[in-house]
């Protein structure tokens, strides 16, 4: 490429003829104007100097201070590089300006219909406040219109622009010798949002359908959650779920997706625990002495192989029978019902030398304490007796999986050890505590 500027340079004084002035070196211009190519790259390019002392030699490249034309040759350009032109001035200019002409050869025409080239967005829904980008491929040295409905929002020298509001939007490009704009893109915007009617908490019979509902729209699709995992074949605009837990959904339109707020569906009932005395081995011509959860204005039902006790209809039960055990609790008009506990009953045999006699019992008072309850991360196990022996207490499951084992220590007053429960899952658990030869549980809840 080549650069050149030149201008009238005004007139200057005459210098008188004399054997001394003639071919005189001395610079005779009045306003010394300069060119120089510059790049990103901090390259730069000096005019075309001829040197006056030695006026065969070829031009040099450097400042030119006696010329009114300067050149500039860069002979191999990068292509799609950015070149700067500054023309300036040495000292004051005289009659406080001067006009020039810049002439620029061999720089291709610029293809503004490639610049226009969509590489980034096309026609889309925004969802709320999320943003698209518009990017087209560019080129060095163009302006950019960018256009929504036809009017321009900004111009920039940047190939790319965020959408954040609905509208039809292209971009215009100016460059060298060439303009073009490209294809339209039409972008919409949702305010989806998802509801469930009634919302909040709400209180429920174990069992009984709950009608929840789902704001409603056109192309809408649900997909309704419970503790945050997807119910299968739930893909309706309702739902009437019968069990407690925490309910979600999940509407979907337009590739935009909202998820409601939960509905906390909260079991006016707690399942209740049964629990025993003595373990789940009825002793030989014996009983096992059955609880359950206490409350106020509470009903019972007890059951024996799924066989009602019609003269059980209280908290506890004494079972005489090996069986599968379990009570119904109603209140205000709930009703629910535990899992079963089987008790098993090993007769005494009298040829067997190992049980030539039923076996002792050693705990003949007892106290077991567990606190806090309902817990959290710690299980404090406190036993009182009226014997010294060795005890050990164990968490076991309702289904009877054994987990954690500790010894209890005497303190002087009781016997008591410490369980971590943190890592345990939330639900209804038992103590078990034993001597050897007798259990006595107790359930407790993990929260």
Known sequence: MIFTVCWTDPEGTATRASSQTVNSTSPKLINDLDIRISDDSGNTWFPWVLDPANPSQSATIGDNIRDNIEQVFISNPTPNKVYTITVRHKRTLQNNGQPYSLFISGVRSQDCNSAVQILKGKDTTLCG??????????????????????????TTSIPSFNITQEGQYAVKVVGYQCEAQSKPITVKITDLNAKITPAG????CSGKPVALVANTGSGYRYQWQLNGWDISGQTGPTMTPTESGSYTVKITSDNCTAISEPTQLLSILQRPVISTNTGTVIPLNGSIYLTTN??????????????????????????????????EISQNGCSITSKTLELTNIPFAPNNPIQSKPPEILIIK??????????????????KSDNTY???AQIVTMEGIKLSKKLLYDNGDVFLNEFDT?????????????DGRRIITKPFVKQ
């Open 294 to 327: 206490t409350g106020n204005d509470m009903t019972y039902r007890w059951f024996l192989n799924d066989n009602i006790i019609l003269t059980a209809t209280g908290p506890r039960l004494v079972a005489t029978l090996p069986g599968k055990y379990a009570v």
């Open 201 to 204: 908490s709400i209180n429920i």
């Open 366 to 383: 007892e106290n077991l304490q567990l606190y806090p309850n309902p817990v959290i991360n710690t299980l404090t196990v406190a036993y």
């Open 390 to 392: 060795d005890l050990d």
């Open 422 to 434: 943190s890592s345990l899952p939330a639900g209804y658990y038992l103590i078990r505590v034993s």
């Open 129 to 154: 406040n999320a943003q698209v980008q518009l990017e087209v491929k560019g080129d060095n040295a163009l302006a950019y219109q960018w256009l929504k409905d036809g009017k321009v929002v900004t």
